[in-house]
């Protein structure tokens, strides 16, 4: 009876034991997904603050390039009849018509959209369309015929988001050709709207 009782005694202290022995189990909780995503989104918005920013910075040298582009490209010119001193730029190129014609051809059309794109850079701009013919026709004739010209131009430009108030017209008919001469040739190069700078 004392080694039954011993015998249950050693298997009770061996279970123990054993029991004591046996490591419990670590319980891993896996965290929010949100949490798991706060780095990668933290990274996320940096790298689009950065891209948003180079853009930026690119803008602004884009639009010192072109500042300087047109400031390089200025000259000083006083016109006869206009009072003050005005600017020529390379950059806002002439268009041309067809003999006593005033409506702006497709091929003109593309260089008054590059003007206004130029335009719209710089809003403080004011500027002024001359109007001009070839020598044939009479002297009247001409001079309505500029304005006819410098008009349409005016308003293509107007079309195209540049407001009126920034440009002014004036005909010149026949008197101020760019170029002496007296055959198609020339005239074709004297029927033009020019522009000309006249507040910066």
């Known amino acids: 009876m004392v080694r039954k009782s011993f015998i249950i005694t050693i298997l009770i202290l061996c279970i123990g034991l054993i029991l004591m022995g046996c490591p419990k189990k670590t319980v891993v909780k ?17 790298e689009a603050e950065r891209i948003a920013k180079e853009k ?13 582009e047109l400031e390089k490209s200025l000259v000083t010119k006083q016109e006869p009849g206009i009072e003050g001193v005005v ?6 190129k002439d268009i041309y018509f067809d003999f006593d014609k005033y409506d702006v051809r497709p091929e003109d059309a593309l260089i008054l959209k590059e003007n206004a794109a130029l335009l719209k850079k710089y809003p403080n701009v004011k500027i002024q369309i001359e109007g001009h ?27 195209l988001g540049i407001s009126p108030e920034r440009i002014s017209i004036i005909s010149y008919g026949e008197e ?3 170029d002496p001469g007296h055959d198609e040739e020339a005239w074709a190069k ?10 910066k």
Request: net charge positive.
């Open 30 to 46: 896996d965290e929010p997904s949100v949490k798991k995503e706060e780095p990668a989104a933290a990274a996320k918005k940096a």
């Open 87 to 92: 600017f020529e730029s390379s950059l806002l």
């Open 133 to 159: 013919c070839d020598e044939r026709g009479t002297n009247e004739y001409n001079l309505a015929l500029g304005e006819r010209r410098a008009n349409s131009t005016k308003n293509y430009l107007a079309s």
């Open 190 to 199: 004297n029927r033009r709207a020019h522009t000309i700078i006249t507040a």
């Open 176 to 178: 101020k050709p760019l």
């Open 56 to 68: 930026e910075a690119r803008a602004r040298e884009r639009e010192e390039t072109t500042k300087k």
